[in-house]
């Protein structure tokens, strides 16, 4: 009889070592680790971080475990989750957004915070997060967007990741997963709140008590294919593929780059207003409107044509395509809270319009996700003297489809830690991160 499709899951993951994962694999995970830090620190001076860190700051908890940017050491758990916090707080989440829902910040803060206490080589270190995330992505495969939800079930790959740092067996490991499978998702009204930060973070939280759990002995079910079809729906499940091709096709390796601190829908409209700016020699003066064009609800989740505070600003395609107009680029900046009544930014916000193209629009979330996912990306900037431009992209830069180099990776860390970091700092650390495998 064929092994139920948790135990094969935990099986591959347990077993698994550094010497089997491809190269690529291991390159690009180092890469996710360097942009997620940059995300870390960038979080780390959002105001939504200082007052987290702060609330843990305050209850002078034993030093286990750095906390990134803060200048404070905490008790393990507590690390972690900030950690995991400030990698949302800063929107630098990379996103892996082809059917469900993951992405890299729950499982690689945990690991890095796992890691000082347990005093890991580099190369066990990325073992974990190659695992960790192999199997986050994997298990959060499918669409939970009809419940309002996605990441679905977002503390399974933390926990297999922690449990791997651990050096936990195969039993151990089936508890963890089976540990972590009831843990929170996230809920679409929460997206532009602080609780959407909360909720990815207690995903890592509870990946990393659920390891610990094993570790002693307390036990939970792994069957996360009954778990799954039973909380979705089965028309929305195909359990085989979260093992399709496993070990053979990386599934981590289909995360998107985010080059943004902002909502990944916005992100193809971003590249195609600099491209356009650019390629016609635009400046800011000349340009009249930027008409987003859309025939689905999709980009509606991201019309916020007045932001009140930081966090509409990065969801709000009038701030984003504000900052790429006036500036060229849309960076920490552009998301501040000082930006929010920035003269500038604001009379630019009111040159960018959603244009309806469909008279039935979905009302239907799923049905407006896929819209925005899938369906291409169009902009027609209108100049002042009567001119128009405009343009279509299905896939951002930084898609599997169109990937990032390594240079421009390194030039992401930069762009994200500069200010925080010393340029000798900055550096040093880009290396160490791009070299974890020999520390």
């Not at 939970?144 to 079930?153: D, K, R, T």
């Not at 999709?298 to 395609?317: A, H, M």
Request: charged fraction near 25%.
């Amino acid at each position: 009889m064929e092994k139920d499709i948790g135990t094969q899951l935990v099986e591959f993951a347990v077993n698994t070592k550094y010497e089997d994962i491809p190269k690529e694999t291991l390159e690009f995970t180092k890469c996710l680790t360097l942009k997620t830090v940059a995300g870390m620190l960038a979080g780390s001076r959002k105001p939504s971080g200082q007052k987290m860190a702060g609330v843990i700051r305050d209850r002078r908890l034993p030093e286990e475990v750095g906390v990134m940017g803060s200048g404070f050491k905490t008790s393990l758990w507590e690390g972690l989750f900030l950690n995991a916090y400030f990698a949302h707080a800063s929107e630098l989440e990379d996103d892996r957004w082809l059917e469900g829902v993951s992405w890299d910040i729950t499982v690689i803060p945990l690991l890095l915070s796992l890691a000082e206490k347990l005093e890991l080589s580099g190369k066990a270190l990325i073992e974990a997060l190659v695992l960790g995330l192999e199997v986050h992505t994997r298990t959060c495969l499918f669409d939970a967007w009809h419940l309002g939800l996605n990441l679905v079930p977002g503390a399974v790959g933390p926990a297999v990741g922690a449990a791997k740092a651990l050096n936990l067996d195969v039993n151990e490991t089936a508890a963890a997963v089976g540990l972590a499978m009831s843990g929170v998702p996230l809920s679409m009204v929460n997206l532009g709140t602080d609780a959407h930060y909360f909720e990815s973070a207690l995903m890592s939280l509870q990946g990393m008590i659920a390891a610990e759990m094993a570790n002693v002995g307390l036990r939970g079910n792994p069957d996360i294919a009954t778990y799954l079809t039973d909380y979705l729906g089965k028309e929305y499940v195909a359990p085989d593929k979260m093992v399709e091709d496993l070990g053979k096709r990386w599934v981590l390796r289909e995360i998107q780059v985010k080059k943004y601190p902002c909502c990944i829908i916005l992100h193809r409209h971003i590249d195609l207003v600099i491209e356009l700016k650019k390629k016609h020699n635009l400046p800011y003066g000349d340009i009249e409107v930027i008409e987003v064009l859309t025939s689905g609800r999709g980009e509606e989740l991201v019309n916020r044509p007045e932001p009140k505070d930081e966090n509409d600003l990065q969801f709000s395609f009038q701030n984003a395509l504000a900052a790429a107009m006036l500036d060229g680029d849309a960076n920490l900046q552009h998301f501040t809270p000082d930006a929010v009544v920035d003269a500038r930014l604001r009379q630019a916000r009111s040159r960018v319009k959603l244009v309806m193209q469909a008279d039935n629009l979905s009302a239907d979330l799923s049905d407006a996700v896929s819209d925005a996912r899938d369906t291409p990306a169009r902009i027609v900037i209108k100049t002042k003297d009567g001119r128009e431009f405009s343009g279509e992209k299905t896939y951002a830069l930084g898609h599997p489809e169109d990937p990032l180099t390594l240079e421009q990776f390194r030039e992401l860390y930069s762009k994200f830690t500069r200010g925080i970091l010393s340029e000798k700092d900055l550096s040093v650390t880009a290396e160490m991160i791009l070299n974890l495998e020999v520390l």
